[in-house]
């Protein structure tokens, strides 16, 4: 019987570092995965890049559900156009023409309308805050 091995250590497929949604991508730099992170294996710490609004668009995301938050941008949520609900969902401002990934995986916390603590809202600088500002 042959058996074949292969002692290469495993890549892992980012969303940062394949550029399929961010409009920059940190070459050469690895991200921390498995379970000792706390994260999914698609999770990348190191990214913190504007995603791509333009490229997201274009792979026509499945929309989850929408809110105006307290800034009165209208944000809209999307699932990972390639890795669906394994992803975290990504919120969309179409006015600001922005997008980058929630934190969440469930809109539940983010559209509660008992309680404004995990509402997203976009910075002037296009980043995502969850919460009171």
């Not at 539940?108 to 009171?132: A, C, Q, R, V």
Request: charged share 25%.
């Amino acid at each position: 019987m042959l058996t074949l091995t292969h002692n290469a250590p495993r890549k892992r497929l980012s969303i940062a570092s394949s550029n399929y949604l961010t409009s920059s991508s940190p070459r050469g730099l690895k991200a921390s995965t498995g379970w000792a992170t706390g994260h999914n294996k698609y999770y990348n710490p190191l990214k913190y890049t504007i995603m791509n609004y333009d490229k997201l668009m274009s792979y026509n995301p499945f929309e989850l559900d929408s809110m105006t938050n307290h800034k009165q941008q209208r944000i809209t949520f999307y699932e990972h156009p390639i890795y669906g609900d394994e992803e975290q969902i990504i919120c969309v401002c179409h006015d600001l023409k922005l997008a980058d990934y929630s934190g969440f995986y469930d809109t539940h916390d983010m559209t509660s309308e008992t309680s404004d603590e995990y509402y997203p809202w976009f910075d002037t600088d296009g980043k995502l805050n969850i919460g009171d500002d």
